[in-house]
């Protein structure tokens, strides 16, 4: 598919005024202030779900979505997962942050990196990339079950999804999560979006294909609800999570951004990739490099 997964606008290392006032520590997101309890909560089930929680940032990421959807191909990684023909839209893009300014204004100026970081309950939280997301009125296609760190070059357990609803969801077509499945010390192959294929089969380090959950409902701890814009759900890169393929009775856009914790470090994959960074300089046990991934907040 064109522009599946492509660096449609080049990847460079970023130069941004908000970069050089982190470094210069003139730059501190803003404190998020969570209980102890919600943080526990998180570390057992690897999902959280906080109401209202970046409320009064739904209209500017709306914005910023609108300018990513206005010129897909001005923008990185435009993705449309709906098969010709199929009613509505699956639209997704990521790495956008250092070229729509709502975006990055959410990454630097937002409590996130605060609230990454406390969920973590590490020493720090590094920003990695942002993605966004549009199902359009008339969909009806699953997202596949499957967890997200199979498609990154990333290995560890301190990682964080923060997900911001962006309109109201309604529960049947909410995204639902296998509480505890972060803990079960498996990855399991990552899959096509369009078809629901694993890809990667056969390479290292995976644990086989993602148990068939819609099968067995009663076998796994599985959580989901209907959502206010604004509604935040944190989970894990290792948390399994994915749709139904109810359809959609009006148009859902999200805006995720993804946090590593102390122990995240690089890892080359043989296979395909999500984002594929381009001689990233790394090896595999790196530290991720602080210049294309910025530390944002410190314990
Ligand atoms: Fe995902």
Same mark, same amino acid.
């Given at each position: 598919m064109e522009g599946f997964n492509q660096w449609t606008v080049p990847w460079t290392t970023p130069e941004l005024p908000e970069l050089d006032e982190i470094r210069a520590g003139n730059l501190e997101p803003p404190e998020f202030h969570i209980e102890d309890e919600q943080i526990e909560a998180y570390q057992r089930d690897g999902v959280l779900y906080l109401n209202g929680a970046f409320e009064g940032w739904v209209e500017p990421l709306r914005a910023g979505l609108a300018r990513n959807?206005?010129?897909?191909?001005?923008?990185?990684?435009?993705a449309e997962s709906n098969a010709e023909g199929e009613p509505g839209r699956f639209f997704d893009s990521?790495?956008?942050?250092?070229?729509?300014?709502?975006?990055?204004?959410?990454?630097?100026?937002?409590?996130?990196?605060?609230?990454?970081?406390?969920?973590?309950?590490?020493?720090?939280?590094?920003?990695f990339h942002e993605h966004a997301f549009v199902k359009e009125a008339g969909t009806q296609r699953a997202t596949p079950w499957h967890q997200d760190i199979p498609y990154y070059t990333v290995r560890g357990d301190r990682s964080v999804s923060i997900y911001v609803a962006l309109d109201d969801v309604e529960e049947d077509v909410a995204v639902r999560f296998v509480r505890g499945s972060h803990r079960w010390g498996e990855v399991f192959y990552p899959k096509m979006w369009l078809d629901g294929a694993d890809f990667n089969v056969g390479e290292d380090g995976y644990a086989g294909t993602v148990p068939d959950i819609e099968a067995n409902p009663g076998s796994y701890d599985v959580v989901g609800r209907a959502l206010?814009?604004?509604?935040?759900?944190?989970?894990? *890169?290792?948390?399994?999570?994915?749709? @139904?393929?109810?359809? =959609? $009775?009006?148009?859902?856009?999200?805006?995720?951004? /993804?946090?590593?914790?102390?122990?995240?470090?690089?890892?080359?994959?043989?296979?395909?990739?999500?984002?594929? *960074?381009?001689?990233?300089?790394?090896? @595999?046990?790196?530290? =991720? $490099?602080?210049?294309?991934?910025?530390?944002?907040? /410190?314990?």
């Open positions: 959807l206005s010129d897909p191909m001005a923008f990185r990684f435009p990521y790495c956008n942050w250092p070229l729509i300014p709502e975006y990055r204004d959410f990454v630097f100026r937002s409590p996130a990196a605060s609230l990454a970081g406390k969920v973590m309950q590490g020493s720090y939280a590094q920003f206010t814009a604004g509604d935040t759900i944190l989970f894990s *890169f290792k948390t399994l999570h994915g749709t @139904t393929d109810g359809v =959609m $009775r009006r148009r859902r856009r999200a805006f995720s951004t /993804r946090w590593l914790g102390d122990d995240m470090r690089y890892l080359e994959r043989a296979g395909e990739s999500s984002p594929p *960074f381009p001689d990233p300089g790394m090896s @595999t046990g790196d530290r =991720m $490099r602080e210049d294309w991934f910025p530390v944002l907040w /410190r314990h």
